[in-house]
């Protein structure tokens, strides 16, 4: 396959506008997969995506349901352009001295996860507090047995006092933790990802060297986004609980990967980690679909062919 080289101004873009529109279309339902991941076993909640949605809805009302949306679309650009940038660059490198093997594509796509995690994990970070504060809040005022003697309720924090709580109390390290759960999620994600995505939509090409038509593109994407989504699912409830700074008083804590793990199969069983996959695998196949079309349509080369061009 020979990838077509894109200016980094026309990837921000692209990664931008697809990651705005997605991210806008598929949030509650991310929002559902924080919630149901991070309810442990005594203190469920929702018992489904669609009761959580509702549930939300009703307490917090319609905007309740972006709660940490505002992170999300703030960083979800640089994050975008990171991981296509950086698999461009990488599948470029490895096929100057022959043809792309499956192991060349697979080795990109690694490379673009290991770089995307310098904006995903203090993303991650911030919107996962954001995203549950509503839960834990149900929980003080549904179950109120479970909550500590003397425990204060506070306002819902923002963003920004977060990150200030996070600097001030633990330094840029605050805002990376969970980093390598992060990278044990998003690595083995973009192995999987690019390579499938790639070949499927290879599948749908118009003759040898011609483009594939625009719904071949979204529907590789979905395909691809929703089949690593689900495969590495069982590392982002790990990731997820890892993050969570707050949780009910008879909610586990945990310090470590490897404590994690050893506490959710002793409490909760092996299939507490397909918790949230259902939710998962909707909210990435859309989002990595649009982001494709975007990109394969070229929307901000059309749009930087508006610029006036230097003389040379």
Do not use: W
Not at 41 to 57: F, P
Not at 162 to 189: C, N, Q, S, W
Not at 238 to 267: A, F, H, P, W
């Amino acid at each position: 396959m020979a990838d077509k080289q894109i200016s980094l101004p026309a990837k921000l873009i692209n990664g931008g506008i697809a990651g705005l529109i997605g991210v806008t279309c598929v949030f509650p339902i991310d929002l559902a997969k924080t919630r149901l991941q991070n309810q442990q076993n005594g203190c469920r909640l929702y018992t489904s995506m669609s009761d959580c949605l509702i549930k939300t809805i009703r307490s917090e009302g319609y905007f309740g349901m972006y709660r940490g949306a505002a992170v999300n679309l703030t960083l979800v650009t640089p994050e975008k352009a990171i991981k296509l940038a950086a698999n461009d660059f990488f599948r470029h490198h490895l096929s100057k001295d022959g043809k792309l093997t499956l192991l060349k594509e697979m080795l990109a796509g690694c490379g673009a996860g290991t770089c995307q995690v310098i904006v995903t994990t203090p993303m991650e970070m911030l919107k996962i507090q954001l995203q549950d504060a509503g839960r834990i809040a149900a929980q003080r005022k549904m179950m109120p047995e479970m909550v500590a003697a003397g425990t204060v309720e506070t306002k819902s924090p923002t963003a920004m006092q977060l990150t200030r709580e996070l600097f001030r109390e633990k330094g840029i390290a605050g805002l990376y933790k969970g980093l390598g759960a992060t990278l044990l999620r998003d690595v083995p994600f973009s192995i999987i990802y690019f390579p499938l995505f790639a070949n499927l939509n290879n599948l749908g090409k118009r003759g040898v060297d011609g483009p594939a038509p625009f719904y071949v593109s979204f529907i590789s994407g979905c395909l691809a986004g929703s089949t690593a989504a689900v495969a590495v699912n069982p590392v982002d409830v790990i990731k997820t609980r890892l993050q969570s700074l707050n949780r009910g008083s008879t909610e586990d804590t945990y310090s470590g990967v490897t404590d994690c793990i050893r506490k959710i199969m002793r409490n909760e069983g092996p299939s507490a980690f397909l918790k949230g996959a259902y939710c998962r695998a909707l909210v990435i196949a859309p989002l990595f679909g649009i982001a494709q079309v975007i990109y394969f349509l070229g929307v901000a080369e059309y749009l930087l062919s508006f610029l006036p061009k230097k003389d040379n």
